[in-house]
Each structure stands twice: as structure tokens, then as C-alpha cells.
């Protein structure tokens, strides 16, 4: 039956508003990526940036428009086999009362010790664990250490990575990481070769991107790579020039 093969990913004149509103937060958005390509997104706050994202594995659905996977509509997956192909790092990390390990391998019980640990490298969170007083059996959430934002960010990392997604969402999932750390972790990713959508602040995580969308009150402001939107949106050097 349909699963994720590739990860190309396509928004075809996608509308949206929420369930308890008539207000649209997306407007007629268009574009697609490539299975492997990096799409970074910009856009103010309040611009429908995590909206945007909650469309692909169906967290909500589109109200006009569609969402394709593969070629597919969204609709068409079971949403089981469409969430598993999927990893998605939300904008607010969220850690279980549990080890280190157990936080790590959540909704993938069957991950190797081996695994794990290769995700935490992957994520820059392992050195950071080898000095916890137990390691990797380190109890946090409840009653259990105290991480910082960036550290949970990149725990909710790991546990994005150790699923190997075809497509991996990072909601500002690198915006309490110092830019040397956050370089490491982008060409860890690379390795994963997944299509990967990136909300970001950060002009230099943007400039590595194979395509940046620009949002704006919910409508793209500007689609296109660095130096393209250099030349092509005002908004985009303005932001830059910020
Ligand atoms: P978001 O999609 O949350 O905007 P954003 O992610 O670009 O903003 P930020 O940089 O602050 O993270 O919001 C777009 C609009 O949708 C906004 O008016 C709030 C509304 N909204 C809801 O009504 N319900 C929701 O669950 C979310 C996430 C947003
Ligand atoms: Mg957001």
C-alpha cells in the first residue's frame, strides 16, 4: 500500500483556515521541492509558518487546494504510513518523563541502542549526554535533570532522526544553537538526504537552502534561492539588511 518512497513534496494552490475560524492563515500557496532539496522558510511572526507545516503530515487538512507527497494527495495515505515517513521537530520541544534513550526512541520502540546514539551524533546532543550523571539512562522531564532550550531542541531532534524520515519539518528547531553548532548539524543532516523544510530567523541558515519561501500575512512573498531573492523582493533585503 502508498508509503513515502522518495519525499517530494508539492503545495498546489493550497488555502487554509482553522477549524474555529473563518479567517484564511494560508492563501494560495504553490511550490514544490525535490526529493533530498532544502527548502528554508521565512516570514514574520504570525505569517503561518507552523501552519503551513501542520498541512503535510495532516495535522490539519487544507481547506482549498491540495497537499501531494510522492504525486500523491495527502488524503490518499493511510495516515499512519504518511506520519511515519515523516519527522516533524515542533517549535516547542517537547521532553517525556523517561531515560535519555527513552526520549530519544519515542514512536520508535524497536531503535537499536547503536541508533540512538548515531542520532544523538547527528543532532550534537551526545557529548552533551556522556557527561549527564547515568548517560544515556539520565531520567528527564519530570524530577529528572535540567536541559536547557537548546538541548531539548536537539533531544527532539534525535528523535526526529532516528526514524530516518523521507521528510524532516524543523519548526525554529535551531534557534537556541550557536551558529558552529547549528553548521554541524545542518551537514550531519545531509547525510540523512531527506527533504528537509526549515523554519528559520537566520539568514545564513536560509543561504544554504536550495530554495527559500518567503511568507507573508500567508501568501509567498518571494520564492527562490539567496541571490534571487536578493534581487527580486525588497521585503527579503530588508530582512537581510536587519
Ligand atoms: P502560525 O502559523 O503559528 O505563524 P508562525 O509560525 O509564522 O508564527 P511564529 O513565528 O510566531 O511561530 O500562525 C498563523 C496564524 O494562525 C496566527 O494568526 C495564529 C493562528 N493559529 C491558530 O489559530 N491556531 C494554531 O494552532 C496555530 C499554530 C496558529
Ligand atoms: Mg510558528
Known amino acids: 500500500s502508498l508509503t513515502i518512497n522518495k519525499g517530494a513534496v508539492e503545495f498546489k494552490n493550497v488555502s487554509f483556515h482553522y477549524p474555529e475560524s473563518d479567517v484564511p492563515v494560508l492563501r494560495n500557496l504553490s511550490f514544490s521541492v525535490k526529493p533530498g532539496e532544502t527548502l528554508a522558510i521565512l516570514g514574520s511572526t504570525g ?3 507552523t ?22 494527495n495527502v488524503m490518499n495515505y493511510p495516515i ?20 535519555i534513550t527513552e526520549n530519544i526512541g519515542w514512536g520508535k520502540e ?7 546514539i548515531s542520532a544523538a551524533v547527528d543532532a550534537q546532543i551526545h ?12 531520567r528527564v522531564g519530570q524530577r529528572g535533570v535540567n536541559l536547557s532550550g537548546g538541548q531539548k531542541q536537539r533531544l527532539s531532534i534525535a528523535r526526529a532522526l532516528v526514524r530516518k524520515p523521507k521528510i524532516l519539518m524543523l519548526d525554529d528547531s535551531t534557534s537556541a544553537l550557536d551558529l558552529k553548532t547549528e553548521g554541524k548539524l545542518l551537514k550531519a543532516l545531509r547525510t540523512y538526504s531527506c527533504t528537509t ?16 519561501l518567503l511568507l507573508d500575512d500567508g501568501a ?10 536578493l534581487n527580486t523582493s525588497p521585503l527579503y533585503v530588508k530582512i537581510v539588511q536587519s
Do not use: C
Open 80 to 99: 499512519e504510513k504518511l506520519r511515519k515517513g515523516i519527522g516533524v521537530v515542533p517549535q516547542e520541544a517537547v521532553l517525556f518523563t523517561g531515560s
Open 51 to 72: 501552519s503551513l507545516f501542520q498541512l503535510v503530515p495532516r495535522l490539519y487538512d487544507v481547506t482549498e487546494g491540495e497537499v501531494l507527497v510522492d504525486g500523491k
Open 110 to 116: 524497536d531503535a537499536t541502542s547503536d541508533e540512538i
Open 47 to 49: 505569517s503561518g509558518k
Open 220 to 229: 509567498v512573498e518571494a520564492w527562490g534561492t539567496h541571490e534571487e531573492l
Open 197 to 212: 523544510f526549515i523554519i528559520t530567523q537566520k539568514i545564513s541558515t536560509a543561504m544554504e537552502a536550495d530554495h527559500i
Open 127 to 138: 557529548e552533551t549526554v556522556e557527561k549527564l550523571p547515568n548517560q544515556y539512562d539520565t
